[in-house]
């Protein structure tokens, strides 16, 4: 049986770095997020409470930190992130890995055009 640590590996690990999330995104302002907060506030309230926070809560660690801390999945297992769960539990609180990886995919997409 398969422990937490090996189903990561093996299930979510690999397809955010298919869609090439484990390349460094361009460098965020606090301007751009704050921007991005207010603009496209129907983006953020489509998910979930806890999915909403969590999106939050990554535009933060982005704009606080940089490229540093925003490779999915790692970035979901520092606080203040990490307090939603394990990665696996913050993938069901966004649907799905597919769920997950549209959200942020559709966050980084926002966080460039502002």
């Known amino acids: 049986m398969a422990n937490e640590a090996d189903t990561c590996r093996r299930y979510v690990v690999p397809r955010p770095q298919a869609a090439g999330w484990d390349k460094a995104p361009p460098p965020l302002s606090r301007e751009h997020a704050q921007r991005l907060r207010s603009e496209k506030k129907d983006f953020v309230d489509q998910n979930g409470a806890e999915a909403r926070a969590i999106l939050h809560e990554l535009l933060d660690k982005y704009t606080e930190h940089g490229t540093a801390q925003f490779v999915i999945p ?19 609180r966004f ?17 460039y055009a502002a």
């Open 74 to 92: 790692d970035a979901l297992e520092l606080p203040p992130i990490n307090r939603h769960g394990n990665v696996i539990e913050i993938v069901r």
């Open 95 to 111: 649907g799905g890995e597919d769920r997950l990886a549209e959200a942020v995919r559709k966050l980084q997409t926002l966080l």
